[in-house]
C-alpha cells in the first residue's frame, strides 16, 4: 500500500500563490506516476498536471499551464504542485494520487490506484 498525504492548502487571495505538498510513504514499488487533480463544489474532479515518477516528465492541463509547476524531491519523497497567478476558479479541494503502469498523458482519475485526503485551496479576497 502507499500512503499519500497533502498539506499546504489555504485561504489566499487573488493573484497569489501557494505551494501544496505530497508526501508519500509505503511500498511504492511499481509507481510510475503521481498525479495532481482537484475537485470544486458540485462539479466533477479534473486533472490538473502529472510527473513521472523517476524522471521530471510532466503534463498540465490546459488551466495550470503557465501558472502551476510540479517538482518532486526525491530523498524526501514528496512531490510539490506550485500555483501562481491563482484565481477565484481554481478554489477546489487539491488531491494528489499515485498511479502503477499508466498510459501517458495520465489524465483519467480512474488510473489512478492511490489518493491522498485532499487539501482545501479557497481563492478569494
Known amino acids: 500500500q502507499v500512503q499519500l498525504v497533502e498539506s499546504g492548502g489555504g485561504l489566499v487571495q487573488p493573484g497569489g500563490s501557494l505551494r501544496l505538498s505530497c508526501a508519500v510513504s509505503?511500498?511504492?514499488?511499481?509507481?510510475?506516476?503521481m498525479g495532481w487533480f482537484r475537485q470544486a463544489s458540485g462539479k466533477e474532479r479534473e486533472f490538473v498536471g502529472a510527473?513521472?515518477?523517476?524522471?521530471?516528465?510532466?503534463n498540465y492541463a490546459e488551466s495550470a499551464k503557465g501558472r502551476f509547476a510540479i517538482s518532486r524531491d526525491n530523498a524526501k519523497n514528496t512531490r510539490f504542485l506550485q500555483m501562481n497567478s491563482l484565481k477565484p476558479e481554481d478554489t477546489a479541494v487539491y488531491y494528489c494520487?499515485?498511479?502503477?503502469?499508466?498510459?501517458?498523458?495520465?489524465?483519467?482519475?480512474?488510473?489512478?490506484?492511490?489518493w491522498g485526503q485532499g487539501t482545501q485551496v479557497t481563492v478569494s479576497s
Open positions: 509505503g511500498s511504492t514499488a511499481g509507481i510510475t506516476c
Open positions: 510527473i513521472t515518477w523517476n524522471s521530471n516528465t510532466v
Open positions: 494520487a499515485a498511479a502503477r503502469g499508466i498510459s501517458w498523458p495520465p489524465i483519467n482519475q480512474y488510473d489512478y490506484h492511490f
